[in-house]
C-alpha cells in the first residue's frame, strides 16, 4: 500500500509563486509515474503535470509555462513549482502515484486571490 502525503498549498496572489511538494512511502514498483491533478470548485479533476519514472513530462496546457514538474526519485517525492498563478488555478490539487495501481494524495487547497 502506497502513501502521499502533500504539502505546500495556501493562499496567494495572483502572479504569485507557490510549490507543493508530495512524499510517497509504502510498496512502489521503481517504474512509475507521479503527478498532480486538480478540482476545482464546480469542476470536475484533470491532470496538471505528470513525471514518469523516466523522465517524461506531460503538462496540461493551461499550466504550460507556468508550472513545473520535478520529482526525486531516491526520496519518491514529485514537485510542482507554480509560477505566475491566476484565479482559475484555484483548486485542491491531489498528488498521484501510478504503478500499476492508482493512489491518492489527500489533496492540498491552493486559493490565488486577484
Known amino acids: 500500500q502506497v502513501q502521499l502525503v502533500e504539502s505546500g498549498g495556501g493562499l496567494v496572489q495572483a502572479g504569485g509563486s507557490l510549490r507543493l511538494s508530495c512524499a510517497a512511502s509504502?510498496?512502489?514498483?521503481?517504474?512509475?509515474?507521479m503527478g498532480w491533478y486538480r478540482q476545482g470548485p464546480g469542476k470536475q479533476r484533470e491532470l496538471v503535470a505528470s513525471?514518469?519514472?523516466?523522465?517524461?513530462?506531460n503538462y496540461a496546457d493551461s499550466v504550460k509555462g507556468r508550472f513545473t514538474i520535478s520529482r526525486d526519485n531516491a526520496k519518491n517525492t514529485v514537485y510542482l513549482q507554480m509560477n505566475s498563478l491566476k484565479p482559475e488555478d484555484t483548486a485542491v490539487y491531489y498528488c498521484t502515484l501510478w504503478d500499476g495501481v492508482r493512489s491518492w494524495g489527500q489533496g492540498t487547497q491552493v486559493t490565488v486571490s486577484s
Open positions: 509504502g510498496s512502489i514498483f521503481s517504474i512509475n509515474t
Open positions: 513525471l514518469t519514472s523516466g523522465g517524461n513530462i
